[in-house]
């Protein structure tokens, strides 16, 4: 039976990053690439975006193995969009330290044809005006749209954000973020006001505290599976989203979506990078599956 495909845009990056006990550089990552290998555990994925011509081998090979539809990923001359992250020791709060948005800096997608119809669409973590691109390029009526943000587009382009969300199905967003854009404080209030913006569904992450599923007739909420020892925090919400989306995408229920998703969630961290996502086996993510199973509270 051939699968589904996600159509997932967002970021592709080398990222640096800083932790409390280590520091590391040029790991190959991005909002895509975290979304992508999660993904992948569920559905084909379609990647779109670009990267440059300092692009490591082992990142070209990882979107070999991981990606099955490669024609909307560009490589051009100049640099890889670069990330820079330092962790706080309570592992929650996170400084960014540098953003060089090189080869992103002009990219202009025009969706290939197949792109254009695709039954799903991960909106990872990018500028809004680049996620709205993808949407209005969507020819499929029934697309069902996912998307991810992150304060900083809250904070620096607002209006673009606003008509990405009115576009959109599926919002998926840290507590944190729920707050700075709605300015409700308590979860059930900014639930219902992100609700009002245009998705149907809205998942509000809470970190070690489990994530919440919002819908007009629908609530979930499922705690966090006990990571032992934290390595690096980068990607966790995109591994959420990858396998969030991908689930739906092979008609799994939204029950089943959060599960699966806070169970990537909690393999991505015990790395630095990918690792841990590339290399975890079935059998670990479905022992998590049926510890979290337990932590449903509705
Ligand atoms: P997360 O930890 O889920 O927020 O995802 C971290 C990933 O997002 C890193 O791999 C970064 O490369 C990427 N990222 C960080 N800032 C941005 C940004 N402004 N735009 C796009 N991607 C970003």
Not at 69 to 96: C, M, P, S
């Amino acid at each position: 039976m051939s699968k589904n495909t996600v159509l997932i845009v967002g970021s592709i990056a080398l990222d640096s990053v800083e932790t409390s006990l280590e520091k590391k550089s040029n790991l190959v990552g991005g909002s895509t690439t975290y979304s992508l290998i999660s993904a992948s555990r569920y559905s084909d994925v379609a990647v779109v975006g670009v990267i440059g011509d300092d692009f490591p081998e082992e990142g070209h090979s990882l979107y070999k193995s991981y990606a099955k539809h490669v024609e909307d990923l560009k490589i051009v001359q100049g640099k890889t969009f670069r990330w820079g992250g330092k962790y706080h020791a309570n592992w929650n709060d996170r400084d960014t330290l540098f953003t060089d948005l090189g080869v992103f800096s002009d990219f202009n997608p025009i969706l290939s044809e197949s792109n254009k119809n695709r039954s799903h669409i991960l909106l990872a973590n990018i500028h809004p005006a680049l996620q709205f691109s993808i949407i209005s390029q969507n020819r499929n009526p029934n697309a069902l749209i996912v998307i991810d943000t992150m304060n900083l587009w809250i904070e620096t382009t607002l209006p673009d954000l606003m008509k990405v969300l009115s576009s959109s199905n599926i919002l998926l967003i840290n507590e944190s973020e729920s707050t700075l854009l709605t300015n409700q404080k308590n979860l059930v209030d900014a639930a219902s006001a992100l609700l009002d913006l245009g998705p149907d569904v809205v998942v509000i992450k809470k970190g070690s505290n489990g994530a919440e599923l919002f819908s007009n007739n629908e609530h979930l909420e499922i705690g966090a599976f006990p990571v032992k020892d934290v390595i690096d925090p980068t990607g966790a919400g995109d591994a959420f989203a990858g396998a969030f989306t991908a689930c739906l995408s092979s008609g799994e229920s939204n029950r089943s979506a959060l599960l699966h998703a806070s169970a990537m969630a909690s393999i991505c961290i015990e790395s630095f990078g990918t690792e841990r996502l590339q290399n975890a086996s079935n059998d670990e993510i479905s022992k998590r599956i049926e510890l979290l199973s337990k932590t449903f509270k509705s």
